[in-house]
Every structure is written in C-alpha cells, then in structure tokens.
C-alpha cells in the first residue's frame, strides 16, 4: 500500500512537470505576460476529474435553508453556528444575526457576527421568528471544536432552539440521519428521524412542518421531501433537514 501510493505520488509530480514544459512551449509572450518562477509552482494534482465533485450534506442543506428564506420573505434571520454560507448568501436578501461558540470574522452588509453558547442562550423565551441551526447540534459536547465534553450536549442546545424560538416562528434545523444511532467520536452524532421529532414535539411541544431528506447516495437524489421509508432505512449517513414551528 505505502509503495503504491509513492508510485502515485511520483506519477503525478512526472505529469506535471510534463504539462509545465507543454504549457511553456505552447507561447513565448509568457516571460513578458507573467513571471513563472520555480517558487511558485502550485501543483494541484487531483482536480482533473469527469464530474466536479462537492459535499452534498453543505451543498444540499444550505441550498435548501436559502430557497426557504427568500422564498418565505423573511426579513430578519437569526443563525447559530450553521456553515458561513448560509448566513453570507442570505444577508443579500435579508437581515442576519450569525452566533457561534467560536465567533466568525466575517463583514458583509446586513450581517452581524458575534458569540453565543448554543447550551445556554441569552436570548429571551420565545423572541426569536426565524431561526436556524444547521449540521452543528451532533457536534455538541464531543469537544471537536474546543467545547466541554457533555454526553447529553446536543440535548441541552435542542432544547434552547425550542426555547428561544418565537410563537408561529420558523426553525430550521439540520443534522446526520442514518437508520441507526450513534457516535463517530468525536466527529459527531448521527440520528434517526424519528429521534429529533419526539424530542422537538413531544418533549418541547413544536410542531413538524417539513422534512426533506439529502440521501448518501447520488443516485438517489439531492433533496427529497418526504422520503419513503424504505430509502430513510438505506441511511448510513444521510442528512436530515427539518422545519418546526412553535
């Protein structure tokens, strides 16, 4: 295995070297257009592929949150520790508030970024009209991202969302589905669908308004509203996007 991946280590540095001297023969205005020195060589060695690929969890769930935003005229938006994406791309069309336990450096107009602690909020009950929380809560408590280790974290913060959301308020809400629970320590936590319902209706008194699921698979699809059983019970790690009211 070791020497196979050095052969291919070695191959793909021969290639490029052959694609630089067929690159510099192709014209002689590249000394007078462009300096291209030895130092700045940037070989990228695996980007010559038959598809562009892309993480369908982060493509998929943010496509989904953005087209239900602007499709739902929200004006105001607040966002805790989903992926920058989100809360970038929507600040074009709405105002939003973006809160993470490690606070984002981020300027854009109609975007403010400060700090929160998902498990203990300090936001007052039942302020907050749209709301989101995307692929973050699994994380909670596994000490990935320098949090305290809290086996029941993700609960904790499940319960805050519920607790800060707004009378006829939106929260949408993503993480892992697979037809199993548990752990990949400390990556994340990977849930049934019927787990994040009982918790947020039966334990927190929301209402289930949409699921829509992004299979593992491609050849499944990219989001599918209301999956069948069958294709939720093929899950190893699908992703679940979900939209409660209060």
Same mark, same amino acid.
């Given at each position: /295995?070791?020497?196979?991946?050095?052969?291919?280590?070695?191959?793909?540095?021969?290639?490029?070297?052959?694609?630089?001297?067929?690159?510099?023969?192709?014209?002689?205005?590249?000394?007078?257009?462009?300096? =291209?020195?030895?130092?700045?060589?940037?070989?990228? /060695?695996?980007?010559?592929? %038959?598809?562009?690929?892309?993480?369908?969890?982060?493509?998929?769930?943010? +496509?989904? +949150?953005?087209?239900? *935003?602007?499709?739902?005229?929200?004006?105001?938006?607040?966002?805790?520790?989903?992926?920058?994406? *989100? @809360?970038?791309? %929507?600040s074009s069309f709405c105002k939003v508030h973006f809160y993470d336990y490690r606070p984002a450096k981020l300027e854009l107009p109609? *975007?403010?970024?400060?700090? +929160?602690? =998902?498990?203990? =909020?300090?936001?007052?009950? $039942?302020?907050?009209?749209?709301? @989101?929380?995307?692929?973050?809560?699994?994380?909670?408590? *596994?000490?990935?991202?320098?949090?305290?280790?809290?086996?029941?974290?993700?609960?904790? %913060?499940?319960k805050e969302l519920a607790r800060v959301l707004a009378f006829g308020g939106n929260l949408l809400f993503v993480v892992p589905i697979? @037809?199993?629970?548990?752990?990949?320590? $400390? +990556?994340?936590?990977?849930?049934?669908?019927?787990?994040?319902?009982?918790?947020?209706?039966?334990?927190?008194?929301?209402?289930?308004?949409?699921?829509? =699921?992004?299979?593992?698979?491609?050849?499944?699809?990219?989001?599918?509203?209301?999956?069948?059983?069958?294709?939720?019970?093929?899950? @190893?790690?699908?992703?679940?996007?979900?939209?409660?009211?209060?």
């Open positions: /295995m070791i020497i196979t991946r050095i052969f291919k280590k070695l191959k793909q540095r021969v290639n490029f070297y052959s694609e630089l001297t067929k690159f510099k023969k192709q014209s002689e205005s590249f000394k007078t257009r462009f300096s =291209l020195k030895k130092e700045d060589h940037f070989p990228c /060695m695996n980007d010559n592929t %038959a598809s562009t690929g892309f993480d369908r969890h982060y493509v998929y769930h943010t +496509a989904w +949150a953005v087209h239900f *935003l602007f499709n739902n005229k929200i004006e105001q938006h607040t966002d805790i520790s989903s992926t920058l994406y *989100l @809360s970038g791309t %929507a109609n *975007l403010s970024c400060k700090k +929160a602690d =998902l498990t203990d =909020l300090h936001f007052k009950s $039942n302020s907050i009209e749209s709301l @989101s929380c995307m692929h973050t809560v699994e994380h909670v408590g *596994l000490g990935r991202y320098g949090d305290p280790f809290d086996y029941d974290g993700d609960l904790k %913060a499940m697979g @037809s199993k629970p548990r752990i990949q320590f $400390n +990556a994340h936590r990977i849930y049934t669908k019927e787990q994040i319902i009982d918790f947020f209706e039966k334990e927190e008194g929301l209402k289930l308004k949409e699921f829509t =699921l992004i299979p593992e698979n491609e050849k499944d699809g990219g989001l599918i509203k209301n999956p069948s059983t069958k294709l939720l019970d093929s899950q @190893s790690y699908g992703c679940g996007c979900f939209v409660f009211t209060k």
